[in-house]
């Protein structure tokens, strides 16, 4: 939620105010799309700590889990235990010991980052501002590098286990051989290239909507809130002395419980929808056909 | 807006808690779930198998309860039965006494009587010979009137 009068002190145009937002705390400043030397310091920080916050909770609760009668934090973390497991069982036929704690630390994590835009907007980065830091970025899904380190490795995931239970042979006559198939030869041989092209983007674009759906959701979740915290952000101060100023005032805070609402709300449905396309994705995988 | 190191760090990251995730949090948990699921599946089947337990026990209580009754029953009888005839036989046996008593004090009585009877005749007797002899002044010889006192005696 925006916190009004947060940058009152140093009342800077709104583009300013945006561009500020959307800079990473890095090492140094990066050169091109990919610069392998740059680290982005908030995304990782945020990212290690909120996977330390399920972990350690997930960790506490297991390592004392009774079978007999459970408490109420264990009650809730087998709650959301048995739920992951169970979309991972309506979706996923086969065994695999890997894909339901995946599913079940996809979704806690990612549900972790996207609820870190709930946080009022300015508060940390303002606090980070007192310690000495010019930038700071709180939601980890709204940094492509987070959303790609998840969706690549998902990836990696589902060619392995392709390859390793379709055999390399099996997974590259899935995209060559099909849709269109013919026992002559000659045809066959022209069919290939058409198939190939009609299969391997829809399989390559896999990794990249499902990092980009993600993304674009918490992005544009995280402009809204900075939008929000427009109205007043001119004014400073001196807000509180107009009339004007105070219906911004109970307009910006009216808007922002609103749309904090519809933001928690959508970053649980995005956590979900990756969960439940990895499953989806590795489950495809394992399929033989 | 770019690619670069977090990318990496951020999938090293990811596999790392996968993998902790999956050794040592997922089983346990799931783990705990399932052996509560077992432990209360148990739990109904042992109250099943005891509330059945419980109704045979109750059956069976039945019968046993039925059998004492009527044993209890058969017993109050024959001890019934038993006494009256013990005070039958009682009755029988003190009749019959009584009978027996009755009859030997009238065997008693008449025996007493004859004697009675006897001594007084020989007294009457010997009064009527004394008083004879006085009156005749004369000895009366016993052995000659002998049948004479008898008849007499007899009469008497």
Not at chain 1, 136 to 157: E, K, M, Q, Y
Request: glycine share 6%.
């Amino acid at each position: 939620m925006p916190m009004f009068l947060a940058r009152a002190a140093e009342a800077s145009s709104p583009t300013e105010y945006i561009v500020h937002h959307i800079t990473y705390l890095t090492n140094e400043a990066p050169r091109g799309v990919l610069d392998f030397s740059v680290v982005n310091y908030d995304s990782v920080f945020f990212s290690i700590l909120l996977a330390v916050v399920f972990g350690g909770l997930f960790y506490a609760v297991a390592r004392k889990a009774t079978a007999g009668v459970p408490g109420r934090l264990q009650g809730f973390v087998e709650w959301v235990v048995e739920w992951v497991d169970s979309q991972v069982k309506e979706t996923f036929s086969g065994k695999s010991r890997l894909i339901a704690p995946l599913s079940l630390t996809i979704f806690c994590w990612v549900l972790l980052f996207n609820l870190m835009d709930l946080i009022p907007i300015d508060l940390l980065p303002n606090a980070a501002r007192g310690a000495g830091l010019g930038h700071l970025r709180i939601v980890p899904s709204t940094d492509l590098n987070v959303v790609f380190g998840l969706s690549l490795t998902v990836f990696a995931l589902v060619l392995y286990y392709s390859v390793k239970i379709k055999g390399l042979g099996g997974f590259v006559g899935e995209f060559a051989l099909r849709p269109f198939a013919s026992r002559n030869v000659v045809l066959q041989a022209l069919c290939v290239p058409i198939n190939l092209i009609m299969e391997l983007p829809s399989f390559l674009a896999r990794p990249l909507s499902l990092a980009l759906r993600l993304y674009g959701n918490m992005f544009a979740g995280e402009m809204v809130f900075a939008l929000i915290a427009l109205l007043t952000l001119t004014m400073g101060a001196a807000a509180l002395a107009t009339a004007t100023g105070w219906v911004l005032i109970v307009v910006q805070i009216a808007v922002g419980v609103v749309w904090s609402l519809f933001d928690a709300f959508i970053g649980l449905l995005q956590a979900f929808i990756f969960m439940i396309l990895t499953i989806i994705y590795l489950s495809q995988a394992s399929e033989h056909h | 807006m770019n690619i670069n190191l977090t990318l990496i760090i951020q999938m090293i990251v990811f596999v790392l808690l996968v993998a902790f995730v999956m050794r040592k949090v997922w089983p346990h948990i799931l783990g705990a779930v399932e052996e509560r699921t077992r432990k209360i599946a148990l739990g109904l089947a042992a109250a099943e198998k005891g509330q059945q337990e419980l109704a045979q026990a109750e059956k069976r209580s039945d019968v046993v309860l039925r059998e004492a009754r009527e044993r209890a029953h058969q017993i109050v009888e024959q001890a019934q039965r038993r006494a009256s005839e013990m005070i039958e036989h009682a009755k029988i046996a003190a009749s019959a006494e009584g009978q027996r008593l009755l009859t030997a004090a009238q065997q008693q009585i008449d025996l007493e009587a004859a004697r009675a009877r006897d001594s007084l005749r020989k007294d009457v007797a010997q009064l009527a010979i004394d008083t004879a002899s006085k009156l005749l002044e004369r000895e009366i010889d016993a052995r000659t009137h002998a049948d004479l006192l008898d008849k007499l005696a007899a009469r008497i």
